[in-house]
């Protein structure tokens, strides 16, 4: 089965700096979801790339896909204390439709 | 619009204990999914439903838990009996499309369980 592993697991960062955070699949990745997830609520979904090499952008969130499609990263730019929160990646199992994800990277902005 | 809605938002009970979670999706979603969250860990899939069917359901422990989906809108998962292991987030999920590939499941808040 396919697995995603995150890292940093942690990051601890002043306001201001920039920051990224990477999630790394076994296998071939056929569409990659990144959600945010705060204490006690659900996941918010960021974004989805499915193309080698796309690249995506929400506000300060840049998200991109390699080329070899095994590996994605998130970056965040002028890191705000509103970005803490737990950052997911998810990828589909080829084969299953199933949706399996990473443990998650907890992010602490401190002002 | 309207979110996924859960509830209840916390369930503390004792062990052997029966429990029932319920989740309402967005409207117009016909893809329901239930994942289970242990501290520290991502989401997990349990169950997906497609309208009424349960066309994934091969990670349900399905010696104590079960799910239904009568009507193709609102779905209740229960566990009966629970066991301290059980302590985790449900999350219920939706998304318009008929599975995972290319479009974004909505989440809702969570239940959080607390078996004791």
């Known amino acids: 089965s396919q697995e995603l592993e995150q890292s940093p697991q942690s990051l601890i960062v002043q306001e201001g700096k920039n920051l990224t955070i990477n999630c790394t699949s076994s296998k071939t990745l056929y569409g990659l979801y990144w959600y945010k997830q705060k204490y006690g609520e659900g996941l918010i979904f960021l974004m989805m790339l499915q193309k080698g090499g796309e690249e995506k952008s929400h506000e300060k969130i840049t998200a991109k896909l390699d080329e070899k499609k095994q590996q994605s990263s998130l970056h965040i730019t002028a890191s705000q204390p509103s970005h803490a929160g737990i950052y997911l990646c998810g990828a589909i199992q080829g084969g299953s439709e199933k949706l399996v994800f990473g443990k998650g990277t907890k992010l602490t902005v401190n002002p | 619009e309207a979110g996924v809605v859960q509830s209840p938002r916390y369930k503390i009970i004792e062990k052997k204990q029966p429990v029932a979670f319920w989740c309402n999706p967005i409207s117009g979603h016909n893809t329901l999914y239930w994942y289970r969250q242990n501290l520290g860990q991502g989401p997990e899939l349990l169950i997906r439903?497609?309208?009424?069917?349960?066309?994934?359901d091969s990670q349900l422990p399905k010696d104590r838990f079960s799910a239904e989906r009568l009507k193709g809108v609102d779905s209740t998962l229960k566990i009966q009996p629970a066991e301290l292991g059980d302590s985790a987030v449900y999350l219920c999920a939706s998304t318009a499309d008929g599975g995972a590939g290319g479009y974004e499941q909505y989440f809702g808040p969570g239940t959080r369980l607390t078996v004791t």
């Open positions: 439903y497609e309208n009424e069917e349960a066309v994934d």
